[in-house]
């Protein structure tokens, strides 16, 4: 009798010890999603023998020719891998990785589909029959945007891959929706929009540096932000920019303000999370809205 109280006791204390351990330690991960547009978390293996975490001990990977983010992840490595909204889930996957010691290996994995609604939006013609000096302006901008989220800043660990939200406002679940503006088909919706009054404060999503700053065509004033390894985040439509290239922010350092500049329907933040080069869903990284902040599709 007193032996079983005594192993009742037992399990309760290690349950909430459990339960402790949990709460004190965070993740520092997004969500996995091993879906277009969402992130795989890849084991690549133990982290080895103590003292392993040395730079130099660490593997690399390469997925679609692009460097992907490793870290250490209790006692193993972690790959964070971005996978392209217009990856194919019927087609195997292949992360390419090169261990510390130089040995070379493929590791496959799968996807599993998941199916886009589309979104029929109306904006301002000039924004979807362009002029040919737009067009010109737009491929510009398009090349060169394309040349900054490829940043891989190698000595810039991120402490976490946890976002906090970057305005108070109703969050869409729009990402990834198959768009036509206009009537006409365009690319999918690369982030999430958050509705909000215009001049409300818009506030990095982590730590990291000011990578570019600009006035685009289609995401109007516009702030990205380089949290590290690949990790960035793009803030759209901006009023106001409140920061400058090449400051380091903190999480919560104003970064500009709302506004409905570029390509949109209204007021909004266009909020868009990169890994290895490919936008994914920032929802995955973000804390769970709150029934106030809870999401409906909102404009552009
Ligand atoms: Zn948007």
Redesign the pocket.
């Known amino acids: 009798m007193r032996r079983r109280d005594a192993l009742a006791c037992g399990l309760t204390l290690s349950s909430l010890f459990a339960g402790r351990r949990a709460e004190a330690a965070p993740s520092t991960l997004p969500q996995a999603a091993a879906v277009p547009g969402g992130v795989a978390l890849l084991p690549l293996g133990p982290l080895g023998p103590l003292g392993a975490t040395a730079p130099s001990a660490r593997p690399s990977a390469r997925y679609q020719g692009d460097t992907v983010l490793v870290r250490p992840q209790g006692r193993e490595w972690l790959a964070v891998v971005g996978i392209p909204l217009a990856a194919d889930p019927a087609v195997p996957q292949t992360l390419e990785v090169v261990e510390a010691d130089g040995r070379e290996r493929r590791l496959s994995f799968e996807l599993k589909p998941k199916r886009y609604a589309e979104q029929h939006l109306k904006v301002a013609p000039r924004h979807v029959e362009l002029s040919p000096q737009d067009q010109a302006r737009t491929q510009q901008e398009r090349a060169h945007l394309r040349e900054v989220l490829k940043r891989y800043s190698a000595d810039r660990e991120p402490a976490s891959l946890r976002l906090q939200l970057p305005v108070e406002g109703r969050r869409s679940s729009s990402f990834g929706l198959r768009r036509f503006f206009n009537g006409q088909p365009r690319n999918p919706?690369g982030?999430m929009?958050i509705a909000a009054p215009t001049g409300r404060p818009v506030h990095s999503a982590a730590a990291g540096e000011v990578l570019d700053t600009g006035d685009y065509f289609f995401n109007g004033q516009t702030v990205i932000v380089d949290h590290g390894q690949g990790f960035l985040s793009l803030y759209c439509h901006l009023s106001a920019i409140d920061t400058a290239q090449g400051r380091q922010v903190e999480a919560g350092t104003l970064l500009g303000r709302i506004g409905a500049t570029g390509r949109v329907t209204g007021p909004h933040l266009?909020f868009s999370v990169y890994l290895n080069a490919q936008s994914v869903d920032p929802a995955l990284f973000l804390p769970a809205p709150t029934a106030a902040g809870q999401g409906r599709k909102t404009p552009?």
Request: charged share 20%.
């Open positions: 919706h982030g929009d266009h552009a």
